[in-house]
């Protein structure tokens, strides 16, 4: 754990005012330079150009020499998919006596989509009313020049008394499902090994208020696939006895949610354990829910989105409209996302899953299921001398203390970390807010909320360093 005592206090020579305008100085420079990581396209899926997802890597590498990181690497590891997309690996070693904190994002992005959803090129940064437009402008190359930037502010304030240990790992295949993440962490673990680990991937509350994310929900990806005939046939002559794979698998999908909307799969875990209220009404907002859509489930919004389990259908594959004759579909499937709660297995909830559908298999029809992934949960240890730590930076960034939250996605690899760092602490932040669009069109960032954040880590590092406690590496 990190070397500092159960009862924290900021040390009272910690320089916040010189870390704002350190900060404000900079922000010109640093916004540039992540317009120019906007403006490439890495994107780590298979159909992608891989030189693309090369060039954000030595971008990104070159930054953290110019940041003045010492040993500087573009590193991967093959994985049983295929080979490892290339990661950035950047260390100063800590001064005897001080702590080293791993500092982690991703600098691969998600696809564009369809770019006339788009108000301006999803690769051309492009600033509107005190937001930065663009894909990846805030998941997750924010997060990269977040850390690129703090570091900048700690030398500057620090100057040669910083004997803080720091590395920074950015990752290349985050949007890809991190494929070769737990081999990466094997064959490098003694590289990235550190006593606090931040992760600057997830969102803050709203504008003007801070959050540190403090559960995620794991996750089970899964395809479903329903069949009721060998080939094809004609729907007027077969039609009535025989109902089509794309009906059957409506029918089946529809056994996943009781009549609230609730997730009907037995044997997977739910509670009601946050204390923040989330309005419905600006849930309906923050998620653009349409006028008339009743929301689902039982439990607060907040519990609903955190604590308790949801399955969506993400992806079908049936016949589509404008290519479809007058036949009877021979099959159909779905891509099924759950997420499940803190504290639950994902071996057990893929297996809950897995025994629904088939027991629930319409009218005898054929259905396989194949699990494509699994994550698990997460909760921070709110009681940490680093969670505090980390509460004193969003607090003295914003001018007033975050708020607690959760986040219903899921980041699968904090559980790796978990497992081969199990005496490090480990903070989730991020530069996001509700408007910020992650993975969908007009994807941006709030300029002011950035700037926030990168105040906030600069005061987390001061904190760390100043702690000169022993790093108490386990």
Avoid at 325 to 332: E, F, H, K, M
Avoid at 418 to 428: H, M, S, W
Wanted: no cysteine; charged share 25%.
């Amino acid at each position: 754990m990190f070397g500092m005592t159960e009862s924290w206090t900021p040390p009272p020579s910690l320089p916040v005012e010189a870390v704002r305008e350190a900060v404000r100085a900079g922000m010109p420079r640093t916004v540039e330079q992540l317009r120019e990581l906007v403006a490439i396209p890495g994107i780590a899926w298979e159909s992608f150009d891989p030189g693309q997802l090369e060039r954000s890597a030595r971008a990104v590498a070159a930054l953290l020499e110019e940041a003045g990181l010492d040993e500087v690497e573009i590193l991967r590891v093959p994985h049983a998919g295929g080979p490892g997309r290339p990661a950035v690996v950047a260390r100063r070693r800590a001064a005897p006596g001080r702590p080293t904190v791993l500092l982690y994002a991703h600098h691969d992005v998600q696809p564009p989509g369809r770019r006339e959803l788009w108000h301006s090129d999803p690769f051309t940064a492009e600033e509107r009313d005190g937001r930065l437009y663009g894909r990846g402008a805030a998941d997750d190359k924010a997060g990269v020049m977040a850390h690129v930037a703090a570091l900048r502010v700690l030398d500057a304030v620090a100057g040669e008394d910083a004997g803080l240990g720091v590395t920074v790992f950015v990752e290349g295949e985050e949007e890809a499902g991190s494929p070769s993440f737990r081999a990466f962490l094997e064959a490098y673990r003694d590289r990235l090994a550190a006593d606090v680990i931040v992760i600057a991937d997830s969102a803050n509350w709203e504008v003007g208020v801070p959050a540190l994310t403090t559960s995620l929900r794991g996750v089970v990806g899964a395809v479903v696939e329903v069949s009721v005939l060998a080939h094809a046939v004609h729907s007027g002559m077969y039609g009535g006895p025989l109902l089509d794979a794309p009906t059957l698998l409506s029918r089946l999908v529809a056994t996943l949610h009781d009549d609230d909307g609730a997730v009907a799969v037995e044997g997977l875990h739910a509670e009601d354990g946050t204390d923040l209220v989330y309005d419905e009404d600006r849930f309906r907002a923050d998620a653009a829910v349409l006028d008339g859509v009743r929301l689902a489930g039982r439990g607060s919004v907040a519990s609903r989105l955190w604590t308790r389990p949801a399955l969506s259908v993400t992806g079908m594959d049936v016949t589509p409209v404008d290519v479809a004759s007058n036949t009877i579909a021979p099959s159909a499937r779905a891509r099924l996302s759950l997420r499940i709660a803190p504290g639950q297995d994902p071996a057990a909830a893929a297996e809950a899953l897995r025994r629904h559908l088939l027991e629930h298999a319409p009218f005898g029809a054929r259905v396989d299921v194949r699990i494509e992934e699994t994550g698990q949960p997460f909760r921070t240890d709110m009681s940490s001398p680093a969670a505090r730590a980390m509460q004193w930076a969003l607090g003295q960034a914003w001018g007033r203390p975050p708020v607690e939250t959760g986040v219903g996605g899921s980041i699968p690899f904090t559980a790796d970390l978990t497992e081969v760092y199990p005496g490090a602490d480990i903070l989730i932040t991020g530069v996001e807010d509700p408007d910020s669009r992650a993975h969908g069109a007009d994807e941006s960032l709030h300029l002011g909320e950035f700037e926030r954040a990168v105040v906030a880590e600069a005061l987390l590092l001061l904190a760390l360093d100043a702690a000169h406690g022993p790093a108490g590496r386990e």
